[in-house]
């Protein structure tokens, strides 16, 4: 088996960076807490591949053989987990959103509308994008506009035609950057996620990883989409908002906040 994206040293250096100033037990409760979140995504990355077995005609019985389960075992994990009732939020504030900044937060939450917006039935990695318009100073929404495309255009591409969708006031001030000087308190109304759009939020904690960062923010939300290499990602890719490009246009815009931090 090859090597996992996420190494056991990036996750102690991710732990170490939640509480620099602390000691032993300090982080060992932050480690609880990252095990936990990283035990979800476990579920969330097996269950992904689950549903697509299931799609594509598997039976449990074989489902369950080739994770070295039971048939019943199989079901009473995952049935339920991926059933109607969706994990990631069941009506509650963002318990598994804790990493996440208000910011990112606030654009998880207009994804929701816009896919109600659209008529969907669930949230599609098309609304995480649509929804990424809805903090202009957030580091997705400037590494899209860097790329020459506008809110207008993000959202024409990314929702059907005839969508009229407007993003609530996300009420923050000042420069480009991570949003940890935001009070935003969103809560978010229950609707299914589709799979690929649990799959890209997943991928937001390997992208906070593998930058080091102990927060999740607009950029990893976009990271996490462009993770994917889907329908949505060849969208961005046609707007201009390539792999490459954020990478180059996120190491300036980290660049200069640090630079801006030390000054």
Known sequence: MTETPVSLDKLIAFVKNLSPEGGPLENLSDAVAVGSEVNEVSDS??????DRARSSGASWSEIGASMGVTKQAAQKRFVIKWGDDNPMVAGRRFSRFSRFTPRARHCVAEALAAARAAGAESVEVEHLVAGLTAEPLGLAAVVMHQAGATDEQVRAVFLPPGT?????????????GT???TDTDTEIDHIPFSEDAKSA??????????????YIGTEHILLGVLHL???????????GVTPEFTHESLAAQFAKIQAAKQS
């Open 229 to 239: 290499a889907g329908p949505a990602a060849e969208k961005l890719a046609d707007l």
């Open 45 to 50: 990355l097996i269950g992904h591949f689950v």
């Open 179 to 181: 949003d940890t000087d």
């Open 164 to 176: 009229v969708f407007t993003p609530s006031s996300a009420g923050t001030a000042g420069t480009a």
């Open 201 to 214: 939020l997943v991928a937001t904690l390997h992208a906070a990883l593998n930058l080091g960062h102990n």
